[in-house]
């Protein structure tokens, strides 16, 4: 079964506390702040690779989670950072953000990574914040929790040729025979079931990616046939090979109808693709029924200018030159699209970071980061109110709050957090 699409879950680890220690050793009496940082939590990193061509790996495996950075130790120990965890998927595969569909990356070489969860930074330990009027902080920074994101994962096949043509018409034979690719071949209808890719090599280090897809039949933007949704793998190729069979099979089909045909789902599934560079190759002229179908069917292409070559999949004929030409045309086209990554939107903030509201007798603080700022505060530890008074000081929450008149012993409440004003 191919699988050329999925979502999945990623959640990077939380980072480990910093933590609260002191000192102890023989003959002295009160040492210094010794409390280690906290490890990093793992990111979730997404890598290509060109062992893989499905997402098949995705169809039970949705939730990806990495571990959490370990707290830190005495004597200034570091807590140890968990390793990212990595999620291999084919090159070629476009990541979206499910929420707004914004492409996050394009994954279009072998090795290529992309983080899509950062890791929460570890918290710093008390020795940290020692300065030298505050020799003993007995505070120490709680880890950066991690991230949770949905992403799309939507493989887009990378080749510079992409086959078209009804089933049967010789795609895969075509394939095998021009590049070292062995599809299956078979003498009925939907014999390739999964995209493929061929590599035609030309001179050293000089080669295209070709790719063969399964067929395409009328109706199938409306999923007749297998449908329309393998044109996703040629949609980023720069030339396109519609090859018809120009024996008419054995139902003695007309080759012009065919091409009509599948030219009518080109355009229905994207008229951009259907305004691809494209290449005419009639196929199996070692047939007595196409060379009885040739002239005609090449008179009447003739006059809407397309480039219109006579082959043998099967026996090579006509091969070479088709080839010569499909490179040079080839060569004239920008190099496959790869899409521009965007940042994830970020969620909306206020123009005014700042709102306060009395509701039911409690001034209600909002501010956008406050409450990450809160976190970062250890508010257990003895001086924790005087870093709340200069936290909220900094904001302007203090000069805001005495504009509007709170007095001593109002209630105050920044999420859950609640306590009561003391100027
Ligand atoms: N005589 C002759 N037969 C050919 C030629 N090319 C392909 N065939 C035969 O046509 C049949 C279909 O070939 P495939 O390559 O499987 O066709 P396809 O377009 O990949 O078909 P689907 O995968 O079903 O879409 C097979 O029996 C091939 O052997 C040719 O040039 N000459
Ligand atoms: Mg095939």
């Given at each position: 079964m191919f699988i050329d699409r999925a979502k999945i879950f990623v959640k990077s680890g939380d980072g480990g506390n910093g933590v609260v220690m002191w000192r102890r050793e023989k003959f002295v009496a009160a040492g210094g702040p010794a409390g280690g940082d906290g490890g990093g939590g793992g990111s979730v990193v997404i890598v290509a690779t060109n062992d893989l061509n499905t997402l098949l790996d995705f169809r039970f495996n949705r939730r990806f989670i990495a571990q959490p950075g370990d707290h830190g130790g005495p004597k200034n120990m570091h807590g140890k950072t968990s390793p990212d965890l990595e999620i291999r998927v084919p090159v070629g595969t476009v990541i979206k953000d499910t929420a707004s569909g914004t492409v996050l990356a394009d994954l279009h070489e072998d090795g290529q990574r992309f983080v899509a969860a950062k890791g929460g930074r570890g918290g710093r330990g008390n020795s940290h914040f020692a300065t030298p009027t505050r020799k003993a902080p007995d505070f120490a920074e709680p880890g950066k929790p991690g991230e949770e994101h949905e992403v799309d994962l939507e493989l887009k096949l990378l080749a510079d040729v992409g086959l078209v043509g009804l089933p049967n018409a010789g795609k895969s034979t075509l394939i095998s025979t021009v590049a070292a690719a062995r599809p299956k071949i078979a003498d009925y209808p939907f014999t390739t079931l999964e995209p493929n890719l061929g590599v035609i090599q030309f001179g050293p280090g000089e080669t295209l990616v070709m790719a063969d897809i399964p067929g395409l039949v009328e109706g199938a933007a409306e999923g007749i046939g297998l449908g329309h949704d393998f044109l996703r793998h040629v949609e980023r190729c720069r030339v396109l090979v519609h090859l018809l069979d120009l024996s008419g099979g054995l139902e003695g089909r007309d080759p012009l109808e065919d091409f009509r045909v599948i030219n009518q789902e080109l355009a229905r599934y994207s008229p951009e693709l259907a305004a691809r560079p494209m290449l005419v190759v009639l196929n199996k002229i070692d047939l007595p029924d196409a060379q009885a179908n040739r002239e005609r069917v090449e008179a009447a292409l003739a006059p809407k200018d397309y480039e219109v070559f006579a082959i043998?999949?099967?026996?090579?004929?006509?091969?070479d030159p088709f080839l010569s030409i499909l490179r040079q045309r080839v060569s004239e086209q920008p190099p496959p699209q790869i899409f521009t990554p965007q940042p994830r939107p970020q969620p909306e903030v206020p123009k005014d970071p700042l709102t306060i509201a009395k509701e039911n007798g409690v001034w209600q603080v909002r501010h956008a980061g406050l409450q990450t700022q809160l976190e970062r505060l250890n508010l257990d530890t003895p001086d924790a109110v005087v870093r709340l008074h200069k936290l909220l000081d900094d904001l302007g929450v203090i000069v805001r709050l005495r504009e509007m008149g709170v007095a001593d012993g109002d209630g105050v409440a920044i999420g859950d957090f609640e306590f009561d004003f003391v100027d």
């Open positions: 043998s999949a099967a026996t090579r004929e006509g091969i």
